[in-house]
């Protein structure tokens, strides 16, 4: 003799039986559809997708709603921010160095050409 957890009696009953849906028209399933089938889409007859915080807040009845944000400026957050701008900085003025000097050796030279 075979029992499940809830002490049904699995060998008193017949287990090729058929299941018959409670209302066959109202649903979205085929009547022959598998377990595999209803689990893969999660028994899930229909989806709303209309979102209302303020219906949530009305039904929920929250007496207090906070957030706390906590956040602490640490050694190594501070170590690496200055790495990064000290990095961008000699980027940026090792590619605009060498157009700074041209445009500054233009300018000398017209001015020596001038006077």
């Known amino acids: 003799m075979i029992k499940s957890i809830c002490s049904f009696d699995l060998d008193s009953h017949n287990l090729t039986d058929t299941f018959i849906l409670l209302n066959d028209t109202e649903t979205r399933f085929l009547r022959n559809a598998t377990v595999a089938m209803l689990t893969k889409e999660l028994f899930?007859?229909?989806?709303?997708?209309?979102?209302?915080?303020?219906?949530?807040?009305?039904?929920?009845?929250?007496?207090?709603?906070?957030?706390?944000?906590?956040?602490?400026?640490?050694?190594?957050?501070?170590?690496?921010?200055?790495?990064?701008?000290?990095g961008g900085f000699s980027i940026v003025l090792r590619l605009a160095s060498p157009l700074m000097a041209k445009f500054t050796h233009k300018l000398i030279l017209k001015r020596q050409t001038i006077v």
């Open 44 to 86: 899930i007859e229909s989806w709303s997708s209309s979102i209302s915080y303020n219906d949530f807040f009305d039904q929920c009845h929250p007496s207090k709603c906070s957030i706390t944000l906590i956040k602490r400026f640490s050694l190594l957050f501070i170590f690496t921010k200055l790495a990064s701008i000290y």
